[in-house]
């Protein structure tokens, strides 16, 4: 494998030698070509850049389940000290991290891991036994740059992730005292190793491919990846350098989380979708960032953002549209959407603007500054999109409202001689319903790259990845409000930071079964999850419409159902290698993936993207033409504490016309640990009809004391 660099000095910048062989290096075409060809080599393809996927999360987690996993050992709802994860490792790609932070602050009785083999590649007085390995990877054209010799957090985001998976408990936590609370990671007990690729440049993919193999050979439990390709320009598997790092470290045992990608609501948006990854969609939580309008009359409108206001509480502001304030070599349209130039200098000083959302190319921070600019003390934006997500207005008070509120602001103005507003400083609000919700710009299947299992139509499993409270740098000075210092903590929204939610739980539940490889600790956290918001109503996306599997796969993560599943399935390394069969590969190209090969592995007879339905994965997709069937098995492994004797009985729900599923047996009898029992399910068309869009679906074996559930799709042919 060989990852090529425009050519500069010395050749080879960068070699993989553990998980991993090949190396980076610079490469005109032409060399690049010739090296293809010679004998041993399986791959050669371009460094190319890669993208972020940029305490209330976990309260929510713990108020829909009831049960809180860091209670005291003995107490009700506890799953035992080891829930902690404190012997487990969660590797974090990303940014880097910023030590000083007091959610990485260690115990002095924290014992030492013998297992690990890691390092830290800077000062000693950064790692402690919190953070117990640090590297970084830069671009060979910063290497001169003392700056970045380091893997110190300069951009926050990683500092952010880290902190979200595992950060030990803060009290008084808040963004200058909004969201205040106690902060703490989805496994405060685990250590963190943390891996730099990212400069202010960018992540390059030959930097994250090395973190990869660093990883394996350090013995981390976890990796959680927030970062991707575009879902624009999607490589295939065997091209995708997350794709191939992951193959190789679930190999290894360790298993690998990744962010689904910023690009919804469009389908076919979903990134980092191979099947032995476990990809993360983001949903909001039940609080709210309010900032309200008050109009003159004491008429108050809800809005949504974090600003620091310091307008007065009164409406004495005159409040005006953007259309109004036009320039007169603007265009309505323009003014209307308070685009930049559009809005008269003279006409909106001192004022309070309302501007429009419906020219998607410039954003709500463009359309805040040409108010600023133009002499506004405040605006007021239109957006349905972001309504639920709480931009940050740091310098400048600014509200985020909903389509559905302009006319009542639009009645107001043209009815009244000398309108006037104020906007109210932001307010954290707790309990908000409905929640969770698809987050409006989380990544939606079905994958470009399959479409044969849920899994490669979609993300996995949705957690809380909207305005999350946690860890920031300590030096972010562009990004403090006026007259404050730097907060040690951040309020962003991502699938970034949902995918942390889900590593921290992998860890936990990797500590309460040691036993449990890659497969059945995703298994275990699809399995358990759930479809019902806080009003105990079918979760729904940011428009309103019902959410399918294609939106969270198989739902919103649970904190602590997946230390106990009752049943898993494990999904082998053959699995994967039969799904890349499936999916048109060889075993030359193969290997352009995979470490190894069994030795009398072959590719299946006849394979096509129809038998990708066959692997044993904790969801069902396939296609079915007119009066069509289709024949699906699945096997699940009994791994209940005890003496195993289980009796799971059947269930299945289907939404939607022209489909029956029917599955054999309708019990599954367990006596002993271990043991494992398989099923069929045959899916078909009705007579005279075809299915008409997507159908899903689910089947449910439960016992006296799990539930274990699988989501399925049928798609038309």
């Not at 993208?51 to 999360?57: I, M, P, V």
């Not at 963190?192 to 350090?218: E, K, M, N, Q």
């Not at 979708?273 to 008050?294: G, K």
């Not at 729900?653 to 309708?666: L, Q, R, T, W, Y």
Request: one cysteine or more; hydrophobic letters at 35%; aromatic letters at 8%.
């Amino acid at each position: 494998m060989v990852v090529i660099f425009v050519r500069r000095k010395d050749a080879v910048v960068r070699t993989y030698k553990h998980g991993i062989s090949g190396f980076a290096a610079r490469l005109t075409a032409a060399e690049a070509q010739s090296i293809a060809k010679q004998p041993g080599v399986v791959s050669v393809f371009p460094d190319a850049y890669y993208q972020l996927h940029t305490t209330r999360s976990w309260e929510f987690l713990k108020y829909e389940t009831g049960v809180d996993i860091y209670s005291d050992p003995g107490s009700p709802g506890s799953t035992s000290s080891s829930s902690h994860g404190s012997d487990t490792v969660i590797g974090i790609i990303d940014t880097g991290i910023w030590p000083e932070s007091k959610s990485f602050d260690a115990k002095s009785s924290d014992p030492k891991l013998s297992s690990w083999n890691g390092t830290c590649m800077t000062a000693q007085d950064f790692t402690n036994r919190k953070i117990i390995g640090a590297r970084y990877y830069n671009d060979p054209e910063d290497d001169d740059d003392d700056d970045y010799l380091t893997p110190r957090d300069f951009v926050g985001h990683g500092t952010h992730v880290a902190s979200t998976a595992a950060g030990v408990e803060v009290q008084n936590a808040s963004y200058y005292g909004l969201a205040a609370g106690t902060a703490r990671g989805g496994s405060p007990g685990s250590r963190i190793a943390v891996y730099r690729v990212c400069t202010p440049a960018g992540c390059r993919s030959s930097s994250i491919l090395a973190a990869f193999d660093d990883a394996i050979a350090d013995g981390v439990d976890v990796l959680s990846v927030s970062l991707g390709a575009s879902s624009l320009s999607m490589p295939d598997f065997k091209d995708d350098t997350i794709s191939i790092g992951a193959f190789h470290a679930v190999e290894s045992g360790i298993t690998v989380v990744c962010s689904a990608g910023n690009d919804g609501p469009d389908s076919a948006t979903v990134v980092n979708a191979a099947p032995w990854i476990l990809t993360v969609a983001a949903t909001t939580i039940d609080r709210d960032f309010e900032s309200d309008v008050v109009l003159g009359g004491g008429k108050v409108v809800k809005g949504e953002a974090i600003n620091f206001s310091k307008l007065q509480k009164s409406p004495v502001y005159p409040l005006m549209y953007g259309k109004t304030a036009m320039k007169s070599d603007a265009t309505e349209a323009n003014a209307r959407n308070c685009i930049s130039g559009s809005i008269d200098k003279a006409k909106i000083n001192g004022t309070i603007v309302l501007c429009e959302s419906k020219d998607p190319g410039y954003s709500l921070f463009e359309k805040e500054e040409e108010v600023r600019s133009q002499g506004g003390v405040g605006v007021i934006l239109v957006d349905d999109l972001t309504r639920r997500v709480a931009s940050t207005f740091k310098k400048f008070p600014a509200v985020v409202m909903s389509s559905k509120d302009v006319p009542e602001i639009l009645s107001y103005i043209n009815s009244t001689k000398n309108p006037v507003a104020t906007i109210l400083a932001t307010v954290a609000t707790p309990k908000y319903k409905p929640a969770p919700e698809i987050a409006y710009f989380s990544a939606r299947g079905p994958s470009q790259n399959s479409e044969n299992i849920i899994k490669n139509s979609q993300p996995d499993i949705a957690a809380p990845g909207v305005n999350i409270l946690a860890a920031w740098m300590g030096n972010d000075l562009g990004g403090t409000p006026e007259g404050k210092d730097p907060s040690m903590f951040n309020v962003i929204s991502g699938t970034s930071m949902s995918c942390p939610h889900v590593s921290g739980i992998a860890a936990v539940v990797k500590s309460h079964n040691p036993s449990f490889g890659p497969s059945e600790i995703k298994s275990a956290i699809m399995t358990t999850a759930s479809q019902l918001n806080n009003d105990k109503s079918p979760i729904t996306t940011h428009s309103g419409a019902t959410a399918t599997p294609f939106d969270y796969g198989a739902g919103e993560m649970s904190p602590t159902a997946p230390l106990q599943p009752g049943l898993v399935y494990e999904t082998t390394t053959v699995d994967y290698l039969n799904f890349l069969c499936y999916h048109g590969y060889n075993t030359t190209t193969i290997k352009l993936i995979a470490k190894s090969i069994p030795p009398n592995f072959a590719c299946p007879n006849n394979s096509s993207p129809d038998l990708i339905s066959d692997i044993n994965y904790p969801s069902i997709s396939v296609k079915l033409g007119k009066e069509q069937s289709r024949n699906v098995s699945r096997t699940l492994t009994n791994v209940a504490t005890g003496d195993g004797n289980s009796t799971y009985t059947l269930s299945t729900s289907i939404g939607g016309k022209g489909v029956n599923v029917h599955v054999s047996p309708s019990q599954l009898k367990f006596t002993k640990s271990g043991q494992k029992l398989t099923y069929y399910a045959t899916f078909s068309t009705m007579a005279g009809s075809s299915v008409e869009g997507d159908v899903f679906g689910a089947i449910t074996w439960s016992s006296d004391k799990f539930k274990v559930r699988t989501p399925f799709v049928v798609s038309s042919s």
